[in-house]
């Protein structure tokens, strides 16, 4: 049963990746794209996250400490966490649909998507993966976890700063008159 524990959150997070890469295909053309240096870091970053989170040797003690005690009620909690947080994405990815990149991008014929999630929160794509990330740390239940949210946090917040100043010189008034109705990441707080 330890292979089910030590296998869940891997095997949860490499489903994601590729159902992610999957449909990267389905988008539309883009029209303006972001600098190359800013996928770059966000990929180093996420680098950084995965063997944050995968490896158990870092020769840093301080990143195991343990912030609450382990056991079933903080992987189960974090599992369920994780899971809503990554299908609440692909829900939000799903219904963007041909919108969807990668990058920051403005694509051709690119429409402004306000229902479903994203009646719920401007960014339902980054809420999901940072409540996947979320749920992974309750789990794990140590330092490193913390960071990772952290650090994925901070790069995904870099981009989203990006997208709506992008969005708002494409939408104009229609996306500030979105902006003021609707929380960027959590409903009616952030």
């Known amino acids: 049963m330890l292979w089910f524990y030590e296998s869940f959150f891997p095997v949860v997070w490499i489903a994601f990746i590729l159902y992610w890469r999957i449909k990267a295909a ?8 972001e600098p190359n240096a800013w996928p770059i870091l966000r990929a180093l970053t996420f680098l950084i996250v995965i063997v944050l989170l995968s490896t158990p040797r870092i020769p840093l003690p301080w990143l195991y400490r343990q912030l609450w005690p382990t056991g079933l009620w903080p992987f189960w909690i974090g ?8 299908l609440f994405a692909v829900w939000a990815r799903r219904h963007l649909g041909r919108n969807w990149s990668n990058a920051v991008t403005i694509k051709q014929g690119h429409e402004l998507i ?12 980054y809420t999901g993966i940072l409540t996947g990330f979320l749920g992974t740390a309750i789990a794990l239940s140590q330092v490193r976890g913390v960071i990772a949210f952290v650090l994925i946090f901070l790069v995904l917040w870099a981009k989203l700063r990006m997208e709506e100043e992008w969005m708002r010189s494409r939408f104009g008034e229609t996306y500030a008159t979105y ?8 409903p009616y707080i952030l």
Not at 114 to 125: E, F, K, S
Request: no cysteine.
């Open 79 to 86: 599992a369920a966490v994780a899971v809503g947080g990554l």
């Open 26 to 33: 389905e988008t539309k053309t883009s029209q303006r794209l």
């Open 114 to 125: 306000t229902t479903g999630p994203y009646a719920l929160v401007r960014h339902p794509i």
């Open 179 to 186: 902006v003021d109705q609707t929380a960027a990441l959590v």
